[in-house]
């Protein structure tokens, strides 16, 4: 089947519908007193929820923002820990020493309590969530990179290239970075998975914007309140960040095959 | 020994550095939380003044760091900035809670984890679609949408088990199990990728080569990826000793997440300081036990002096 040859089929529908389809339906704010918790048919096909707002709109409208905010979320981690080894590479050796200790520091937090640290610095909103989010996935893409650099330096032509006189710098983007990017770019969607996990269950404990905006987690939360009546309040978004995420993690298989496959 | 003595040194620094990271973090940022609250409610610049010189906040930073870590040398983690309840006090309530649940959620990620590994792995029929796909799901499905549904179908509609609260042995059954499930499936996805690899090294064939039942082999591999697995789950312990957010959120339990949560919606410095120290401790404390029980299992992963 085609999701089998093509592995990132689902992500790439998935964030297509996610992106094309706020322009086809509804308001995600607008409330209808009478159509409160209207199970899901013809005129709500996900239903409505306490305040008659329409599921689809805000599942659709909640998935474009997890998108933006767990990308913005990606590019903090990602850069902040690339920008952490560019300064290491190039400062005296003490410097990594100190990068793993600090590394490890924070790798012992577990992430939801570390981005609840950092929520409660930056006293939580939209904002405040995407950067806790990018701070929680910073340590682990850090060890990841350095994990990867120590392997890619044992190569011979990165040895051969500094006994040419090529300078740290230099041996880093021209000979390693090569070497390093598929592992990279790997970890990228590792953590993007995580981001938006971490951010649905940030927004889900009350974090992050106001109360009425579409936010998976934030729904998650809503739907709580309702489960008895409603089911299906929760399960819209819910099923969302589930999807979204395998998809994620279904796309990386199919990277780690053609790595392998690369390799050999 | 002398491996042992070092991984305890480094757990040490890496826990000071914590210790001292976190004060600085919530501390160093303008405007506390105290201030915030006692200028919102209208307090005058005396009574905020006095009540800052009691807390110790007008001293210098760096005292302030030194008194911070000299009280906890002695176990004292600074009072909550709300209600002035010591830290400890409030940590020791809430932790019998955690501590419960956390047990039987690695109970049941260790024994679901290795089964649905194994199943992923090494099962030829229908099994091994559905263990797999149990492991996606597990892994990307949020606790809050797993543990919604669970309450919705075991306590709503089956109405076999209550959906929140705590007490009884039936209130943590629900619970227990929306947790383990996320630790069985990260448990069981690194019992399926080393028992993939270990299959194919030489001495299993070898052991194939000479005859040994399916059963027997199976027992061979999982004994070599014990050390694989060790880890995996003194890392999931680590994350759910140090409490558990959601699933108390959702369940209504009492307990250190629950202790977290609220006190960094109310942003109590201190309080979250406190909770955050603690699950640093047990972060750090199981991933040395994991070391030494990695290193007590696999005699390559012992230091040769």
Redesign the interface.
């Known amino acids: 089947m085609i999701w089998d040859r093509h592995r990132a089929a689902p992500l790439i529908v998935l964030v297509l519908v996610l992106l094309v389809a706020p322009y086809f339906v509804g308001d995600p704010l607008a409330t209808a007193p009478l159509m409160q918790l209207t199970p899901p048919g013809f005129a709500y096909p996900l239903g409505s929820d306490l305040l008659g707002r329409d599921m689809l709109a805000r599942t659709v409208y909640g998935g474009q923002r997890t998108l933006m905010s767990a990308g913005a979320a990606t590019a903090i981690a990602v850069g902040g820990a690339l920008c952490l080894t560019g300064i290491v590479v190039v400062t005296p050796p003490g410097g990594r020493r100190w990068l793993r200790l600090l590394t490890r520091t924070l790798l012992a937090l577990p992430p939801l309590v570390f981005g609840l640290i950092i929520v409660t610095l930056t006293s939580g909103g939209e904002w405040g969530v995407i950067a806790a989010t990018g701070l929680v996935h910073l340590a682990p893409y850090v060890r990841v990179l350095d994990t990867s650099e120590t392997s890619a330096r044992q190569n011979g032509h990165v040895e051969a290239a500094r006994a040419l006189g090529a300078g740290e710098w230099r041996v880093w983007r021209a000979h390693l970075l090569p070497i390093m990017l598929p592992t990279l770019l790997a970890q990228a969607g590792v953590t993007f998975a995580g981001a938006i996990l971490t951010s649905a269950a940030l927004g889900f404990l009350g974090f992050g914007g106001e109360v009425s905006a579409p936010e998976w987690g934030r729904m998650l939360y809503d739907g709580r309140q309702v489960l008895r009546v409603a089911p299906w309040v929760p399960l819209a978004p819910g099923v969302g960040i589930t999807l979204l995420v395998m998809s994620v993690n279904y796309a990386l298989e199919s990277g780690e095959r053609r790595v392998r496959r690369w390799r050999e | 020994m002398r491996a042992i003595a070092r991984a305890l040194i480094?757990a040490l620094?890496?826990?000071l550095?914590?210790a001292s990271?976190?004060f600085l973090?919530?501390r160093a940022?303008p405007g506390d939380g105290l201030t915030h609250q006692l200028i919102e409610s209208g307090a005058s610049d005396d009574v905020i003044q006095a009540r800052r010189a009691s807390l110790g906040l007008d001293q210098p930073l760096v005292t302030q760091v030194a008194g911070y870590l000299a009280g906890l040398a002695r176990g004292d983690l600074g009072v909550s900035l709300l209600d002035g309840r010591p830290v400890r006090d409030a940590l020791y309530d809430a932790l019998p809670h955690t501590l419960t649940l956390a047990g039987l959620a690695l109970g049941v990620g260790l024994v679901g984890g290795i089964t649905v590994g194994t199943a992923a792995a090494r099962t030829q029929n229908a099994v091994r679609p559905v263990a797999r796909l149990a492991i996606?799901?597990g892994?990307?499905?949020?606790?809050?949408?797993i543990g919604?549904?669970a309450?919705?179908v075991f306590a709503?509609w089956l109405d076999w088990l209550p959906g929140s609260g705590a007490g009884t042995i039936g209130h943590i059954v629900l619970p227990a199990s929306v947790l383990g499930w996320h630790s069985a499936a990260a448990i069981g996805q690194v019992t399926a990728a080393a028992l993939h690899d270990v299959y194919s090294a030489p001495y299993l064939i070898a052991a194939r080569g000479r005859g040994l039942s399916s059963r027997r082999l199976l027992v061979h591999a999982l004994r070599a990826c014990a050390p694989t697995i060790v880890t995996a789950t003194m890392l999931q312990a680590?994350?759910l000793f140090?409490?558990t957010?959601?699933t108390e959120?959702?369940f209504a339990r009492p307990g250190v997440?629950r202790l977290?949560?609220d006190?960094?919606?109310r942003?109590d410095?201190p309080m979250?300081q406190g909770?955050?120290l603690w699950?640093?401790g047990v972060?750090?404390g199981a991933?040395l036990i994991g070391d030494a029980l990695s290193a007590s299992l696999d005699p390559r992963l012992r230091d040769v002096e």
Request: charged share 0%.
């Open positions: 480094d620094w890496a826990g550095l914590a990271l976190l973090a919530l940022l996606a799901v892994l990307s499905a949020p606790t809050a949408l919604t549904l309450i919705v709503l680590g994350f140090g409490g957010a959601i959120a959702i997440g977290l949560v006190a960094a919606l942003q410095y979250v909770v955050a699950c640093a972060a750090i991933a």
